[in-house]
């Protein structure tokens, strides 16, 4: 395409993304194009963050348990997973399971992020066993946990429906999903990355049956490995087309694949333009989810700020005890402190909020940090800020 019918082209994407039209597959796919300037494409997912949320950064105070490592699966990106027998695999037991949940009351967390590997011997029972015996005692804490991957193995263990393994899960406790477990949804991908654990279908069935009773999930999608522009934006309009029907998603986050010490080690780290480019595209093609999340421990710090004036307006939590990207070779710090978080939302030139999991601004207490309160939902945050 020469320069002229370029801008041409990109005009007409303005003028929709300005009169709040939606964008196309072929729309997308062309935002993806390396002579669109990265500049113009941020700068118009500025306009949107900025219409959608104001001036906020959000950010909240969170750890992460992933509960066993030992997987049946072997997704081809995974760094994390290991065999039964193999020295690296590990189970926590309840007495580290519970030392996990005091930590992190002792630290004023609001949520913990809970994903871990389908252990071939550990039954359904024991997954839903580790959700009450947190919850029962440490009630205040949300616990965001299982991804559809898990969903759909315990469907499987249990022979119940996707409805009763959620409703039994969050009868013991559980308080929203996480998005993990969508990566690439177009097949010709899928089958190349990991080809036996829950498909497409029964991914986007999980989250519609989650939000049908109520939980709230977010959504993700892994890039930088084998996938093409036209794989993205297929995932992100997916994506789109079951919020139109439910409305139950509450943030998107793009997930940068971490080559090291995968199947897929011979693949570079997706660059920073990359990230930001797909940061920037994902507001405009996602205009029915609220929140874009440019997750640090992924992006590492630089690039989550940017990513603030290209679309994004969360970063993610205090995160401690990360492993799955660490496992991958990422080397961003095991957890930012809540001032520092708040000095990089600053510096960005946003205004940082905390906020717990399903986006309710969060009141501390002054006089005694590791005491909260949820507020009113964040969304009325951002009108005329
Ligand atoms: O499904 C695994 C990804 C996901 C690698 O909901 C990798 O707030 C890159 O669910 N390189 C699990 N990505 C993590 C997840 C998540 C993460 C952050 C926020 C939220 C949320 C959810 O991690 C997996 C897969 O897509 N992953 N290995 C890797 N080497
Ligand atoms: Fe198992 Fe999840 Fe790793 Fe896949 S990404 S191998 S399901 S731990």
Known sequence: MITQEREARFREIRDKVEAEERLTLDDGIFLYDPQVSLGA????????????????????????????????YRCRFCAFRSDLRDPKGYVMSDEQILQRGQEATENGCTEMHIVGGLHHQKPYEWYRHLIELLHDHYPQIHLKGWTAVEINWFEFQTKKSVRWVLEDLRDAGLGSMPGGGAEIFHPEVRDQLCEHKANTHAWLDIHRTAHQIGLRTNCT???????????????LIRLRDLQDETGGFQVFIPLAFHPENTKLSDIKKPSAIMDLRTMAISRLMLDNIQHIKAYWIMLGVETAQTALAYGADDIDGTVRHELIYH????????CLSVDKIRDLISEAGRDPVERDTIYRQVHRDPNDYTKWTPGESVEQLAVGS
């Open 41 to 72: 494409v941020g700068e118009l997912a500025n306009l949107v963050r900025e219409r959608k949320n104001g001036n906020v950064g959000y950010f909240n105070i969170n750890t992460h348990l992933n509960p066993t490592n030992v997987c049946v």
């Open 221 to 235: 999608m892994l890039y930088g490995h084998v996938e093409k522009a036209y794989h993205r934006i297929d995932h």
């Open 327 to 334: 496992d991958a070779g990422a080397t961003t710090p095991q």
